[in-house]
T-cell receptor, first 117, second 109 residues
């Protein structure tokens, strides 16, 4: 159980365009989803926490107007990188939680590699 | 937030060797997980281990919660064990994970 699907797995876009990344929980209801970013040779850094039906909570230094997060249902959260620039090129990965009430491990999507040209 | 320190940062092993990776936490965690990130970026859950010892094949992990550290053991290493190993701790009730910097493991034939 606890399968998280992320789409697309990779995307190349031109500078100035927007890109949407989807994160789905396939076999459970995810009240909370987390979005991480990973630059080459670095660790995963939390960008934002997304709760179903409410506004996302962004970590310090993450621009909320640039990284739009929508968690409209219990199985889907989306991250939209708006007006993407080359410095936004990174590996984006999501994880989902059902509230951690059953003390189960967190599972991650397979990530999305974004390249902005 | 908590600080998560992993050591060593890099590890080169000859196939068949054993090794130990360490993870220290600056404060108590509700949960602790070990992950293996493969060259394609996929994060593979290895262990969910808030305390105690678990084994899965050639891998095992031990967490001593009272002393705020966890160890990951790799025995009889294989080239497929290469990649980055991360530990991460959960500090809230929703599963917000704080990752360490990782240990880059290279297993040579």
């Amino acid at each position: 159980g606890a399968v998280v699907s992320q789409h697309p797995s990779w995307v190349i876009c031109k500078s100035g365009t927007s890109v949407k990344i989807e994160c789905r929980s396939l076999d459970f209801q995810a009240t909370t989803m987390f979005w991480y970013r990973q630059f080459p040779k670095q660790s995963l850094m939390l960008m934002a926490t997304s709760n179903e039906g409410s506004k996302a909570t962004y970590e310090q230094g993450v621009e909320k107007d640039k990284f739009l997060i929508n968690h409209a249902s219990l199985t889907l959260s989306t991250l939209t990188v708006t007006s993407a620039h080359p410095e936004d090129s990174s590996f984006y990965i999501c994880s989902a939680s059902n509230g951690f009430q059953d003390n189960s491990p967190l599972h991650f999507g397979n990530g999305t590699r974004l390249t902005v040209t | 937030g908590i600080q998560v320190e992993q050591s060593p940062p890099d590890l080169i092993l000859q196939e068949g060797a054993n090794s130990t990776l360490r993870c220290n936490f600056s404060d108590s965690v509700n949960n602790l997980q070990w992950f293996h990130q493969n060259p394609w970026g996929q994060l593979i859950n290895l262990f969910y281990i808030p305390s105690g010892t678990k084994q899965n094949g050639r891998l095992s992990a031990t967490t001593v919660a009272t002393e705020r550290y966890s160890l990951l053991y790799i025995s009889s290493s294989q080239t497929t064990d290469s990649g980055v190993y991360f530990c991460a701790g959960v500090t809230d009730s929703w599963g917000k994970l704080q990752f360490g910097a990782g240990t880059q493991v290279v297993v040579t034939p």
